[in-house]
């Protein structure tokens, strides 16, 4: 069964940081091609917020460049997003997300197979 475990979130205060993790299982890492991370706000829609095509380059939602960095351990099979400067704005449920195509288009939830249980951020003003 795929597996995406997510871990890091927290409340902080604007401008502070956290980082997230999703570890991937073995089996599930072998077979995909993009891990994405997503923001789902309260009574809003998932949104793309940054991906790693796994054998080729990183994409972040213009929102966040400059402050979020997505990265990936190959070895620990595990993505990471590194969030500063955090905003009210970023606060919500942050769900880890992977697909198997190297086509699918990072910002569309749909083209993901496996997602994780969120964790959730609070960043209070």
């Known amino acids: 069964q795929a597996q995406l475990v997510e871990s890091g979130g927290g409340s902080v205060q604007a401008g502070g940081s956290l980082r997230l993790s999703c570890v991937v299982s073995r089996s599930t890492y072998s077979s995909v091609a993009l891990i994405g991370w997503f923001l789902q706000a309260p009574g809003k829609e998932r949104d793309a917020i940054a991906a790693?095509?796994?054998?080729?380059?990183?994409y972040h939602r213009d929102s966040v460049k400059g402050r979020f960095t997505i990265s990936l351990d190959s070895a620990e099979n595990t993505v990471y997003l590194q969030m500063n400067s955090l905003k009210p704005a970023d606060s919500g449920m942050y769900y880890c997300?992977?697909?198997?195509?190297?086509?699918?288009?990072?910002?569309?939830?749909?083209?993901?197979?496996?997602w994780g249980q969120g964790t959730r951020v609070n960043v209070s003003s």
């Open positions: 790693i095509y796994i054998r080729s380059r990183s």
């Open positions: 997300a992977a697909s198997r195509s190297s086509s699918a288009f990072w910002t569309f939830p749909s083209d993901y197979d496996y």
